[in-house]
């Protein structure tokens, strides 16, 4: 009996610290898949000729780059820290093809994962943005009006995320799609700013993005090489949505007109493409987000080249 006994509870043990190993890689494997999707997950930079086109302004060529640095994103931790850079110009259409008032934005990013499943993911962020245009002359003209040629702007911002996603099972032609979600609230006024916003600013916007993505798999056969196989994101959709919720002068909670930014982009990666897309948009600011721009309100379309944190790896095969 005490012999019975004994196997029972060394098995038991044995049974438990396995599944604890078990659940330890599972954990670990999750940290390490999880980074890759926080930066595929980030905005892309895109290069776009003649800029928004519908813009009161006319423009030669607009650009933003962005990108991930990542701080911290070690296996051991459901916790990552990265720094992201954010910068946007419009090279307007003039005799010196002038930039005026740049956009730079710095800001930090915290992700914490909240579950172990990288195919139906999900995490929060948070992250503290400073957003300024490197100007330094009064941001209202003597008229009162704002001074979009030389006047300062400066803001800093949170933004609160939660990010969940779903990857379809893989088709017979080897392709498979993934539907990725955020919904975040974005705050201003915990922190210093320029008080020429409160003309009428967006200091608290809900958000909503949603990004449907296709990848595929391309066939390389590479003279006196094994066979290659290798996985590409073929094509994204991309749909972003704002609101600002504050009290602004003259504008109730239901002007649009003012209130809402929404833009939706598709982006179409060649075959011979690796990193980069054709990418088309259409889109409207209710509060034209080019830092003391922020009066303005139009339709747009964008045309041009994109670029982000993409999927594509390789493997070999056989058959």
Known sequence: MMKTLLTLTFSFLWFHLLAQDSLVIKRELANKQYINLYKENSDFSYTSPAGELGAPSKYVINGRLTTTYMLLGSYKSPVAFSIIPDFTVRVRNEASAGVRTPSYRLGGVLYARLNI??????YAEMAFTHHSNGQDQ???NTNGSVNTLTGNFNANYLTASYRFGHLTETNADESYYSFNHRVGLQWYKF???????DLGYGFTRLLYNFSWRKYGQIERNARNKPKVKTEKETWRLNTEVSYAVNKIPAKNLANLQKRLNAE???NYSLPFMNNVFLMAAVGYYGEDNYNIYFQDHYGYLRFGLSSGFLRNRSKHYDN
């Open 117 to 122: 499943n990288p195919e139906n993911y999900k």
């Open 264 to 266: 939706i982009n598709f």
């Open 138 to 140: 009064d941001a209202l």
């Open 191 to 197: 922190f210093r700013y320029e008080p020429a916003l």
